[in-house]
């Protein structure tokens, strides 16, 4: 919603908490997590990387795997908000390099991962790499039944394709993913009529 000063506080009163009831995780390093992705969707990006690494490396450090994924899916996502896709790219394949590795396949983030690297890939102009990932992502969302990241994936190949004048596979794309929704069907109106056009 935006409201990043309300957002800020409930991140204050959650480290309280936490620290209170010696939640280390959640005051050292999901908290300041959180509060690194709101830095960058009030448009703060280069704050993020200090906060986000800050977070991040006693977790890791600690031989910690899970969610690692995950938060380097958004740090990514943040450095390209930043045009820092070299960088995007990199927190990618790490992230990916460990859900391949054994013991460590921790799958959740796979589809997010993999949108992110082909939104990288489009703005460094790779558009058939791009659109592999795309679909790569899609697929995994499906099969993992996640909604909100197949929508995410779906929107991106459908962008991807309208760019290439191919509106009408961006709509078979787009059109079944945006049927799951009940809310914003405005907004899923417009797109449709603007694939269209």
Same mark, same amino acid.
């Given at each position: 919603?935006?409201?990043?000063?309300?957002?800020?506080?409930?991140?204050?009163?959650?480290?309280?908490?936490?620290?209170?009831?010696?939640?280390?995780?959640?005051?050292?390093?999901?908290?300041?997590?959180?509060?690194?992705?709101?830095?960058?969707?009030? #448009?703060?990006?280069?704050?993020?990387?200090?906060?986000?690494?800050?977070?991040?490396?006693?977790?890791?450090?600690?031989?910690?795997?899970? $969610?690692?994924?995950?938060?380097?899916?958004?740090?990514?996502?943040?450095? #390209?908000? $930043?045009?820092?896709?070299?960088?995007?790219?990199?927190?990618?394949?790490?992230?990916?390099?460990?859900?391949?590795?054994?013991?460590?396949?921790?799958?959740?983030?796979?589809?997010?991962?993999?949108?992110?690297?082909?939104?990288?890939?489009?703005?460094?102009?790779?558009?058939?790499?791009?659109?592999?990932?795309?679909?790569?992502?899609?697929?995994?969302?499906?099969?993992?039944?996640?909604?909100?990241?197949?929508?995410?994936?779906?929107? #991106?190949?459908?962008?991807?394709?309208?760019?290439?004048?191919?509106?009408?596979?961006?709509?078979?794309?787009?059109?079944?993913?945006?049927?799951?929704?009940?809310? #914003?069907?405005?907004?899923?109106?417009?797109?449709?009529?603007?694939?269209?056009?």
């Amino acid at each position: 919603l935006g409201e990043f000063p309300r957002a800020d506080a409930l991140l204050t009163e959650m480290e309280q908490y936490a620290a209170e009831q010696r939640l280390p995780f959640f005051s050292e390093i999901l908290a300041p997590m959180e509060r690194a992705l709101c830095l960058g969707w009030a #448009g703060k990006g280069e704050a993020v990387f200090d906060v986000g690494r800050k977070a991040l490396s006693p977790w890791v450090s600690a031989g910690m795997g899970i $969610c690692v994924p995950y938060i380097k899916a958004n740090l990514a996502e943040t450095a #390209g908000r $930043c045009n820092r896709w070299d960088e995007a790219i990199a927190l990618i394949d790490e992230a990916l390099a460990q859900i391949g590795s054994p013991r460590k396949e921790e799958r959740q983030a796979l589809a997010e991962l993999l949108r992110v690297k082909a939104s990288a890939l489009q703005v460094q102009g790779d558009l058939n790499g791009s659109e592999r990932l795309f679909r790569q992502a899609l697929d995994v969302a499906s099969q993992q039944r996640a909604k909100t990241w197949e929508l995410r994936a779906a929107t #991106g190949l459908a962008r991807l394709l309208t760019s290439q004048d191919r509106r009408e596979e961006a709509l078979e794309i787009l059109a079944p993913v945006h049927r799951w929704f009940t809310e #914003g069907l405005n907004v899923y109106y417009t797109r449709l009529l603007l694939l269209r056009s």
